[in-house]
């Protein structure tokens, strides 16, 4: 606790006392009595209610729809010390009064009149009680219902709220995904990336099949042990996934690295899994069928132009993985070959299993 | 001058509020004129037992006259009529009946202040509350000045007590609180009276390493010095220590002193001494670093004046307007009415060393204006001056008819005190505050 403003040797009680009661408010808030409480809830309520439109005439609708208590008049009786001895006839009051001392020396009145006395002021007061019962019963429903009125709404709204985070945590995974994605494919561009040579040798065998958007295609040169790429008939979409077995050896190859590696393995869990990339990916065959020559066209057979491509796109430039590849198919099995077919085609079949979890689509 | 000290129970014994009040009172007024004790033979508050001997005695050097109490206290009709005045509408009879269950009954004693009042100036009646002030100041006619004792408790509020507020010579109060209470229930605002409470015997030189070593008490402590009783707030007490010992920055102790009627709770820091003799008692209050007082009911609390002669800073309970009144009348306590403030001010008195000692250093001046011995001597002599040459103003009510007796009227006695108004009288100057240059100021 800090030292106190007051500092002298005169000090003020009351002065410290306050000083003591704000540290408390600042504490724990402000101190509120009961009356303030309910007022604030009732505040809160009518201003939580305005602004959310949350059907705010609900708690009117209560108040209306509950007539207004009027406490019962239950019967009751006056006693007081003369009202045994009372008339409205004068001389028998009189007489009454006359002969009280003789009838209290037979017997004494006094605790009838006094258990009668308490009666009657007990009934009063269990009735007044009673009313103030019902009064606080009424309010207390009142309490209640808005209660409960509050926690639907804020039931409801933490639903949504609940709704909103778990399509937030979907977005935020396939963002993760596709930028997973990107690295490797970033990392196998780095790695892969040909030399003039390479690039003058592969330039001629398949000037027909590049795609510009594909994934980055190292080149056959780069794998030594591989056997040169074949140029795949147009429309054959089989071969590539049919020729995937026999490409290379399962295990590390001298001179390959890390990226071709994964991506055999999921190349083997792809095909173990759902077969055939090609299945996977719709029947490419079919599909590419039409786009195949298209793509081709547009790409007018520059292989240094598709490689600098495959990079931009890599990089993640504008097109989400998730995209359809729609004139990929046999370009890229023509390309590079089944490997990176399978490849792409997985990555495709991924793409479009989150497609509607796009985050900028949210 | 000859003044007879009328009280219920007397002895250097006697350890409670209004008898050791009555002692010290008659013991410092004896240096000034004849003191002659009136009192019963009781030792016992409860039962009002026939203990000592009657006769006369010498207590202290004072002539201590002792009278039979006829009856003991009968707790169960005793309990049975305080439900009935207090709770119920009631007659006056109702209220005499109390007063009887009551005790203590000591005809014999009002019967000697009867016949023997004419042998003294004044008579001085101790507690309003029982039988011996109620029947005794009515025998002693102009010569009774009371000595209240009042707290705020449904007593006052019995009609009995309105005509003795009204009919004695002059009443000594406590504190303006107490004055005030009493105004407004009886409107005696014509009836000579002075706040003035009573002194204490504090020793100039008590000895706190003595009281550390003697118990084994290490550290900062808090002390408590009374009856541990639930009617004192001792309960309430152990419930809000307790939680302050939950803050691990708190170091205080609770050290209690006296008699427990209460089970004390186990916890190293909270450690009960028993009841203490003077001299350990001031030892300890002079060790402690405050004084704790969680009574609700005090017409004036002797132990917080002591800690406050002793220079000790005192921790009140709030509720209580006497002490809440001293509290910023003095400004040498701090007070509290919930856990939250009770913590906040031990943490305050404990973390700011400074305000512990300025309260402390306030509490010994404040003790020193006005409950010093001289003072108090001082507005005894004034008051029996001044009723020397003022004529009575009033005779005494006589005791109502048998039938004004039995009419069920009055209203419950705890209604009465409800409508009574609360809160300290912070009407009246404060006392003279030290400055820090050593120079008194207004």
Partial sequence: MPDFNVRSDSVNVEQIMEQIRARIREKRGVDYTEQQIHELATVKLEKFLDPKGVRSDLLEQFRKAQPAYEPPELPNFAFEESTLFESHRAPIRWMRKLLLPLLKLLFNPNPLIQALNIQARLNTMNAEREAKREGARRALDQLYYELIHNLVVETTRTGIEVKNLKMRLESISSRLEFNERRARALESAVVYKPSAEDVAVQRAPAPTVQHPRVMPTPPPSSRPMAPAPTPAPAGSGQAPAAAAPSTGPSGGTPGEGPGQRSRRRRRRRGRRGGGPAAGIMGAPGTGTTETGPTSTDAESGDAHAVAAEDVEIALGAESHPSEPIADSGPALAADAGHDLSTDSGHESSTGSGQGGSDPDAQ | ?442
């Fill in chain 2, 1 to 442: 001058m000859k003044v007879a000290v009328v009280v219920q129970r007397y002895g250097p014994s006697v350890n409670g509020g209004a008898e050791l009040h009555a002692r010290y009172i008659a013991e410092h007024l004896a240096r000034h004129g004849q003191v002659e004790v009136l009192t019963t033979c009781a030792s016992d508050y409860v039962t009002w037992r026939n203990a000592l001997p009657p006769g006369v005695e010498q207590v202290n050097g004072i002539p201590v006259r002792r009278f039979r109490v006829k009856h003991e206290r009968d707790p169960l009709v005793f309990g049975r009529r305080s439900d009935r005045v207090f709770e119920q509408r009631h007659s006056l009879g109702d209220e005499l009946d109390w007063l009887d269950a009551e005790g203590p009954t000591s005809p014999a004693l009002v019967d000697y202040v009867a016949t023997h009042a004419t042998d003294y100036d004044y008579c001085l009646f101790f507690s309003y509350r029982y039988y011996h002030a109620y029947y005794g100041a009515r025998a002693a006619g102009t010569r009774a000045i009371l000595v209240p004792t009042a707290e705020r408790d449904a007593t006052i509020g019995l009609s009995i007590f309105q005509p003795l507020f009204r009919s004695v010579r002059a009443l000594m109060y406590n504190s303006p609180e107490e004055r005030a209470m009493i105004q407004a229930v009886s409107g005696n605002h014509d009836v000579p009276g002075v706040v003035v409470g009573v002194g204490s015997d504090v020793p100039s030189n008590p000895q706190a390493a003595r009281f550390r070593q003697k118990y084994s008490i290490r550290g900062p402590f808090a002390i408590y010095v009374g009856r541990i009783d639930q009617n004192k707030g001792c309960k309430e007490l152990f419930e809000l220590f307790q939680g302050y010992l939950k803050d691990p920055a708190g170091k205080l102790s609770l050290v209690l002193v006296g008699n427990t009627l209460l089970p004390i709770p186990e916890h190293p820091r909270i450690r009960h001494l028993g009841f203490l003799d003077d001299t350990d008692k001031f030892d300890g209050m002079a060790a402690a670093d405050l004084l704790v007082m969680p009574s609700y009911y005090e017409s004036l609390s002797m132990v917080a004046l002591e800690a406050w002669a002793l220079g000790r800073a005192v921790l009140a309970n709030g509720k209580c307007d006497v002490l809440k009144g001293q509290c910023i009348r003095s400004n040498a306590g701090l007070y509290y009415e919930t856990y939250a403030e009770f913590v906040g001010a031990l943490e305050a008195m404990e973390r700011n060393r400074w305000l512990t000692g300025t309260l402390g250093r306030n509490g010994r001046q404040f003790f020193r204006d006005t409950y010093d011995w001289p003072v108090i001597e001082r507005k005894y002599l004034e008051m029996f001056e001044r009723l020397k040459k003022d004529a009575p103003a009033r005779a005494t009510d006589p005791l109502p008819g048998w039938f004004d007796r039995r009419r069920q009227d009055l209203p419950a006695a705890e209604d009465v005190l409800a409508k009574l108004p609360k809160g300290p009288e912070l009407g009246a100057p404060k006392p003279a505050q030290r400055e820090p240059d050593g120079r008194r100021r207004a």
